[in-house]
T-cell receptor, first 113, second 112 residues
Framework: DAGVIQSPRHEVTEMGQEVTLRCKPI?????LFWYRQTMMRGLELLIY????????DSGMPEDRFSAKMPNASFSTLKIQPSEPRDSAVYFC???????????FGEGSRLTVL | AQRVTQPEKLLSVFKGAPVELKCNYSYSGSPELFWYVQYSRQRLQLLLRHISRESIKGFTADLNKGETSFHLKKPFAQEEDSAMYYCALRRITQGGSEKLVFGKGMKLTVNP
């Protein structure tokens, strides 16, 4: 297995544009997590899914952020409209059975100008 | 509040020196703690968890409930230990959801 796959690896966009980040979890994993990493705040959990159902989205910063998991092998994190303060590295992680061991993707580095 | 604190952001030592990466937590329930590591150009990955009580790559970590700490230790650091280290706490919310809460991380540099 290639592990958790995220795309794009790097994204540079202008304020106000829509950004879509994509994630393919490890096959067979039933949990999927979206984290955001910044220098100031470290790694923050945004939302997580269990069996494609959003369980806890209390970390989603505001309505500009949305996440979906239409099937077991794909998830998206969308920011619309994007703002410079959204600049960060966004990680997707998947696991089997919960939070005992998370497997992370390589991250998507977002820069909003 | 339930949180994880890594009080030091940077630690630089020479090869062969002992290292201790500090982690403190606050949690009202029974804590479950982990150390994750990110080597240069690699993914963030699990290093060890306190329940396993294992030594991985020479690292150990003991949960001290009295001091609410979970420090990561290695008696003789190697250059390949240079990485970012994150302490994490498994937290179960009142609503039943479970979260892995991370500290802000600490960069360890082991010099030759």
């Amino acid at each position: 297995d290639a592990g958790v796959i995220q795309s794009p690896r790097h994204e540079v966009t202008e304020m106000g544009q829509e950004v879509t980040l994509r994630c393919k979890p490890i096959s067979g994993h039933d949990y999927l997590f979206w984290y955001r990493q910044t220098m100031m705040r470290g790694l923050e959990l945004l939302i997580y899914f269990n069996n494609n159902v959003p369980i806890d989205d209390s970390g989603m910063p505001e309505d500009r952020f949305s996440a979906k998991m239409p099937n077991a092998s794909f998830s998206t994190l969308k920011i619309q409209p994007s703002e410079p303060r959204d600049s960060a590295v966004y990680f997707c992680a998947s696991s089997m059975g919960g939070t005992v061991e998370l497997f992370f993707g390589e991250g998507s580095r977002l820069t909003v100008l | 509040a339930q949180r994880v604190t890594q009080p030091e952001k940077l630690l630089s030592v020479f090869k062969g020196a002992p290292v201790e990466l500090k982690c403190n937590y606050s949690y009202s329930g029974s804590p479950e703690l982990f150390w994750y590591v990110q080597y240069s150009r690699q993914r963030l990955q699990l290093l060890l968890r306190h329940i396993s009580r294992e030594s991985i790559k020479g690292f150990t970590a003991d949960l001290n409930k009295g001091e609410t700490s979970f420090h990561l230790k290695k008696p003789f650091a190697q250059e390949e230990d240079s990485a970012m280290y994150y302490c994490a706490l498994r937290r179960i919310t009142q609503g039943g959801s479970e979260k892995l809460v991370f500290g802000k991380g600490m960069k360890l540099t082991v010099n030759p």
